[in-house]
């Protein structure tokens, strides 16, 4: 896990709690910084990950050099810039189409224009609460339920989960997005989903 200042690494004395949980040793990633905690892409080199998620609100931390790095190592990188506002966001979609040649699977938290790939006007995934927000408020609405609990947030995913039908969610990018079927059938099931999550 990286934040603003670099990898969390045991050494920082600037860690809460929770990150100092997700802490690895000085010496996991090499720092070419010399004396700096090891920054994105230090541990992009060192651990090739293939699916950077962005929490930071450090609007374009996912700059060209880092996307082209982690694009060298997977085929197929799953990039998702989550942090809200727009003009938080870590990248925009349309560039990390363009720095991996239409090889990325991008979802955002912020809505984006689509992506021009090729000649294929490709739709921006919103990856974000949005979708949650309305059968969460119908479920509560429905059960007079005075509090939201964990069960019912996992409830709520879970049926998202069931409701997507998309038969491969690693379709290739350029593909035309598969369109939403039914989205009241889905919203009621995710409310029913959430009402269930209530009762327990």
Same mark, same amino acid.
């Given at each position: 896990m990286v934040d603003v200042n /670099?990898?969390? $690494?045991? +050494?920082?004395?600037?860690?809460?709690? @929770?990150?100092?949980?997700?802490a690895q040793p000085p010496e996991a990633v090499p720092s070419r910084a010399g004396s700096r905690a090891p920054g994105i892409t230090d541990v992009i080199n060192t651990v090739h990950p293939s699916a950077p998620i962005g929490l930071s609100t450090a609007a /374009?931390?996912? $700059?060209? +050099?880092?996307?082209?790095?982690?694009? @060298?190592?997977v085929d197929?990188?799953?990039?998702?810039?989550?942090?809200?506002?727009?003009?938080?966001?870590?990248?925009?979609?349309?560039?990390?189409?363009?720095w991996t040649d239409g090889r990325a699977l991008v979802a955002?938290?912020?809505?984006?224009?689509?992506?021009?790939?090729?000649?294929?006007?490709?739709?921006?995934?919103?990856?974000?609460?949005?979708?949650?927000?309305?059968?969460?408020?119908?479920?509560v609405t429905a059960v007079h339920a005075v509090r939201i609990t964990d069960a019912m947030l996992t409830?709520?995913?879970?049926?998202?989960?069931?409701?997507?039908?998309?038969?491969d969610p690693l379709r290739p990018a350029r593909d035309a997005a598969p369109r939403p079927r039914?989205?009241?059938?889905?919203?009621?099931?995710?409310?029913?989903?959430?009402r269930q999550g209530c009762r327990r």
């Open positions: /670099g990898l969390l $690494t045991t +050494e920082r004395k600037d860690l809460d709690p @929770a990150q100092r949980h997700f /374009g931390a996912f $700059t060209e +050099e880092v996307v082209r790095d982690m694009a @060298a190592h197929r990188p799953i990039t998702m810039p989550l942090s809200n506002p727009t003009s938080r966001s870590e990248a925009r979609p349309q560039d990390l189409a363009d955002t938290g912020s809505p984006f224009p689509p992506m021009k790939i090729g000649r294929v006007d490709m739709p921006a995934a919103q990856c974000s609460n949005i979708y949650v927000f309305p059968g969460i408020g119908l479920a409830a709520a995913a879970a049926a998202i989960g069931v409701g997507v039908g998309v038969g039914r989205p009241r059938r889905h919203r009621d099931r995710r409310g029913d989903r959430r």
